[in-house]
């Protein structure tokens, strides 16, 4: 999906609070607005996705997809929420000039992930409560089994991969 489909849903999720929010976009190649973001605060997803190759037109799918939600401190204005890709590297185009794929995920999983944002916000800058755990916790990390060729994943490549030994992951 693209990230104005992502922004109908989130408008769609995010319409009952009494602030307005925005879905915004974290572009991997603008080094200032990475380092800002240091200091939010992060809901960090990996899920199922598709990557179609904008060189080549390779399609793949990939179980460890990553994205980033970075929303307000505490002590921030309300209202913007910000996405990061993180992309994969096509293998019949690794030897060229780095070029990461986004992933493309269902309707479905970017609602749940939207949904949960909306309820830590809810926690955070509203007074609402924590929703009970269902049975289904889809904020819990599963270390899917199967190939992960870290040398193709931009995620893995910035130190926040899911997949990643735990002595190799950067500290945030």
Avoid at 24 to 46: A, E, F, I, P, W
Wanted: with cysteine.
């Amino acid at each position: 999906m693209s990230l104005i489909e992502w922004q109908s849903l989130f408008d769609d999720v995010f319409e009952s609070y009494p602030d307005k929010w925005a879905l915004g976009c974290v572009y991997r190649h603008d080094s200032s607005q990475n380092r800002r973001l240091q200091n939010k605060r992060v809901m960090d997803r990996t899920g199922y996705a598709r990557f179609h190759c904008p060189k080549c037109s390779n399609g793949w799918a990939s179980a460890k997809a990553k994205i980033t939600l970075y929303y307000p401190n505490y002590d921030e204005s309300l209202g913007t929420v910000l996405l990061r890709f993180y992309g994969q590297q096509c293998k019949k185009c690794v030897g060229r000039k780095i070029c990461f794929a986004d992933p493309e995920f269902e309707v479905d999983w970017i609602k749940l992930t939207l949904e949960k944002l909306y309820e830590r916000i809810g926690c955070c800058f509203y007074g609402k409560q924590p929703p009970e755990k269902s049975k289904k916790d889809y904020n819990k990390v599963i270390n899917i089994e199967g190939p992960h060729e870290s040398k193709l994943c931009e995620a893995c490549q910035l130190g926040r991969c899911d997949q990643m030994p735990r002595s190799k992951k950067n500290k945030t």
